[in-house]
């Protein structure tokens, strides 16, 4: 399967161009970075620190895309958006874990399975999506006697939250209780807020040091806690993820797909 990866020069796309180099079945055949950096011209294996790949950093997309069979995107909202509607021209497979994407991004994204495979998640993790069944699971059994409170804790570096991944854990508690989260998620707590609502979702979100990434999913009840956890010890799962979710589409026909369908694990 011929893969491309954007955004070739952040720390994810590095790590993305290295597990492509190291997966069977695959091999990187572009690799596109944002205009003027500093990468543009040089080898992609060579700034991924892997050794020459032959595959030189581009900024022009387009020509790349023509002769790939799926591209590789942790990006920004605004890139992957603009690399979606190539994928759809294209009619490729294209990845998606950029996290930040808001519900007119979704919409797009949408729009362009109707010709690409788009394979979106908050996180490509295993572990992380295993985590969301359960989560889904223990919802729908606990119902509202119990409180769901999310803490996310990341590096310093991080852009947004609550993370993509505690978004990802909060749709899964909603989808058990069979609400929405939009109308149930609370972000912000500060001064004199009053008693917790029931059914409230509520999210925290930690930045500090160099973390990957920590997930606490806490069910809160009457004389009893469950929480359910999972903590990232290295980046390269998301990376490995993400290629596994492009071989999984290689096949597969037009649409909007997750980890989910990846993995085989049940919907809810």
Request: with cysteine; proline share 3%; net charge negative.
């Amino acid at each position: 399967m011929r893969l491309v990866v954007v955004g070739a020069a952040g720390r994810m796309g590095r790590m993305l161009v290295e597990a492509v180099a190291e997966a069977e079945g695959c091999r990187l055949v572009g690799a596109i970075a944002r205009p003027g950096s500093e990468a543009i011209g040089h080898d992609a294996g060579l700034i991924a620190g892997i050794g020459l790949l032959d595959v030189d950093i581009t900024d022009d997309p387009l020509p790349v895309f023509a002769q790939a069979d799926g591209v590789l995107d942790f990006t920004t909202p605004g890139a992957t958006v603009a690399f979606a509607t190539l994928a759809a021209q294209a009619r490729i497979v294209h990845v998606v874990g950029t996290t930040g994407l808001q519900d007119p991004d979704f919409a797009k994204l949408e729009a362009a399975a109707r010709h690409a495979r788009i394979i979106q998640s908050g996180n490509m993790s295993l572990g992380v999506n295993l985590l969301a069944g359960l989560v889904r699971r223990a919802a729908a059994a606990l119902g509202e006697d119990f409180d769901i409170e999310i803490l996310e804790m990341h590096h310093r570096m991080k852009v947004d939250a609550p993370s993509g991944t505690a978004l990802l854990l909060g749709d899964a508690a909603a989808e058990g209780r069979k609400v929405s989260l939009k109308d149930h998620s609370v972000r912000v707590r500060d001064g004199h807020t009053g008693a917790r609502r029931a059914g409230d979702i509520g999210f925290a979100s930690l930045r500090g040091g160099t973390v990957v990434g920590e997930h606490n999913v806490i069910f809160a009840g009457a004389g009893e806690r469950l929480e359910l956890a999972h903590r990232a010890e290295d980046r390269g799962i998301f990376a490995r993820g993400a290629v596994k979710a492009a071989l999984w589409g290689f096949d597969k026909k037009p649409g909007y797909y997750s980890m989910a369908d990846v993995l085989g694990l049940d919907h809810p």
